[in-house]
Nanobody, 128 residues
Framework: QVQLVESGGDSVQTGGSLGLSCITS????????VHWFRQAPGKEREGVAAILPGSGLTFYEDSVKGRFTISQDKSKNTVYLQMNDLKPEDTAIYYC?????????????????????WGQGTQVTVSS
């Protein structure tokens, strides 16, 4: 079965960096676009970044452009999210998710997908 396992969440201070990993399994890696989403307490889940597995084309939500980088290691079926210059508003649970919609669905459409797979999430806390 399809599985997505996130790791790397931690507590850091403003301006710090963290690297998240998402190990995928149970499907042909190139068949699904992989997204990172986040959800802060009391807020709706929002898209952060996405990567088209075949080409490596990447997409970012505006507030993280220039600070976050999504990348992949196809040999490990793993997607990464490098987060730099972290801010308190980046505090959230970060989720890795995959869907067969290719090219990558928009973040909004992904949230309504009935065929998406989600990881369990990893907590990122940024203190001022």
């Amino acid at each position: 079965q399809v599985q997505l396992v996130e790791s790397g969440g931690d507590s850091v201070q403003t301006g710090g960096s963290l690297g998240l990993s998402c190990i995928t399994s149970g499907y042909t890696y190139n068949d699904k676009c992989v997204h990172w989403f986040r959800q802060a307490p009391g807020k709706e889940r929002e898209g952060v970044a996405a990567i088209l597995p075949g080409s490596g084309l990447t997409f970012y939500e505006d507030s993280v452009k220039g600070r976050f980088t999504i990348s992949q290691d196809k040999s490990k079926n793993t997607v990464y999210l490098q987060m730099n210059d972290l801010k308190p508003e980046d505090t959230a649970i970060y989720y890795c998710a995959a869907d067969s919609g290719l090219p990558c669905l928009s973040f909004a459409r992904f949230l309504t997908s009935t065929s998406a797979y989600w990881g369990q999430g990893t907590q990122v806390t940024v203190s001022s």
